[in-house]
T-cell receptor, first 113, second 112 residues
Framework: AQSVSQHNHHVILSEAASLELGCNYSYGGTVNLFWYVQYPGQHLQLLLKYFSGDPLVKGIKGFEAEFIKSKFSFNLRKPSVQWSDTAEYFCAVNGGSQGNLIFGKGTKLSVKP | EAGVVQSPRYKIIEKKQPVAFWCNPISGHNTLYWYLQNLGQGPELLIRYENEEAVDDSQLPKDRFSAERLKGVDSTLKIQPAELGDSAVYLC??????????FGPGTRLTVL
């Protein structure tokens, strides 16, 4: 069965610090990978996605993620975080012919101004 | 373009009562999903519809949960009777075929 692991439950950073959130998945076949963000009081929204091609994916608001197939990883990065990046971040994967997303437990990011 | 609409946003009921949630997907999206999100967890799929057909309901607790998507547009998720452990956020999402999923704001259910 597919699964997604997010290593950090809660990350606290100061503004301008660099961010890297870990995500590992278990699935032996071709996968599509996603990062979703949930800002306080708002619904889940797509940050970026990887289907194929360049393993370095750029998303909205300066976020990027790198797919490393050999490590089954899809880590999220941002060089300089802002207070407005305070949110919960979810990594998700779907594999095979199914459209079902398997989500990690999420990482809460708190950015101190 | 309107997003996925869900109602109600909040619901408080006593255990053993029935409850229903409604979802209106983005226009033109043929695939609709219901997810359950417990506190501190990521969303977990309950059921997936392609048009009006439930193509994956393997995670739906069928003894108390039911869902329908008449005419392949709106969908309703029902719990009868509700239990304390059903307190959670119920999310609806939609997509065109199996591409990017767009999520609604969710219904936060509290069972007392």
């Amino acid at each position: 069965a597919q699964s997604v692991s997010q290593h950090n439950h809660h990350v606290i950073l100061s503004e301008a610090a660099s961010l890297e959130l870990g995500c590992n998945y278990s699935y032996g076949g071709t996968v599509n990978l996603f990062w979703y963000v949930q800002y306080p009081g708002q619904h889940l929204q797509l940050l970026l996605k990887y289907f194929s091609g360049d393993p370095l994916v750029k998303g909205i608001k300066g976020f990027e993620a790198e797919f490393i197939k050999s490590k089954f990883s899809f880590n999220l990065r941002k060089p300089s975080v802002q207070w407005s990046d305070t949110a919960e971040y979810f990594c998700a994967v779907n594999g095979g012919s199914q459209g079902n997303l398997i989500f990690g437990k999420g990482t809460k990011l708190s950015v101190k101004p | 373009e309107a997003g996925v609409v869900q109602s109600p946003r909040y619901k408080i009921i006593e255990k053993k009562q029935p409850v229903a949630f409604w979802c209106n997907p983005i226009s033109g999206h043929n695939t609709l999903y219901w997810y359950l999100q417990n506190l501190g967890q990521g969303p977990e799929l309950l059921i997936r519809y392609e048009n009006e057909e439930a193509v994956d309901d393997s995670q739906l607790p069928k003894d108390r949960f039911s869902a329908e998507r008449l005419k392949g547009v709106d969908s309703t998720l029902k719990i009868q009777p509700a239990e304390l452990g059903d307190s959670a956020v119920y999310l609806c999402a939609s997509s065109f075929d199996q591409n990017e999923q767009f999520f609604g704001p969710g219904t936060r259910l509290t069972v007392l």
